[in-house]
């Protein structure tokens, strides 16, 4: 079973970052992930060693959205578990 728009967490759910459509298939998972230590993304790790929070949150969005817009869901997730 999916954890559902409600089960997104409220900075998700309200930032117009991501479309519906993108916060749907974040929502269709059966729970949130855990950060996995292991994944690795180039721009995701040049974004959060070179900006600061404002820039790195509007990048952390983008890079999710560009993944999903991929069908990368658990990627996504992985980039947004680092939002500050």
Partial sequence: MAI???GLPSALRNNAALSASQLEQLASVPSIPKVNPDFVHRGLFY???N???P???AELYSIAGHLLNQEKVADAWQ????LP
Avoid: K, N
Wanted: aromatic share 0%; no cysteine.
């Fill in 47 to 49: 974004a959060i060693e």
């Fill in 55 to 57: 820039e790195l949150e």
């Fill in 4 to 6: 559902g728009l409600t």
């Fill in 51 to 53: 900006l600061d929070t």
């Fill in 79 to 82: 980039v947004l578990l680092r």
